[in-house]
């Protein structure tokens, strides 16, 4: 079994991808994604990592 990420850990995690064009692509896709699966768009004006960390934590899959 997996186990679960810091909110902290996680954040970071994103954070440095973003600072990569393919990177910040490969979240902005991540964010995209997790919209379709729950139904739910990212809101006006709020970054695609806050957006992420949300969903994952709603799905239990970060600690924190």
């Known amino acids: 079994m ?6 902290q850990d996680r954040e970071n995690e994103l954070r440095l991808l973003v ?3 393919a990177g ?5 896709e991540l964010a995209s994604r997790y919209s379709l699966v729950s139904g739910r768009l990212k809101p006006a004006g709020r970054s695609a990592v806050t957006y992420i ?10 600690s924190g």
């Open 19 to 21: 600072a990569t064009p």
């Open 2 to 7: 997996t186990q679960k990420k810091t909110l």
């Open 53 to 62: 960390l949300v969903h994952e934590r709603d799905q239990g899959l970060i």
């Open 24 to 28: 910040l692509e490969a979240v902005e």
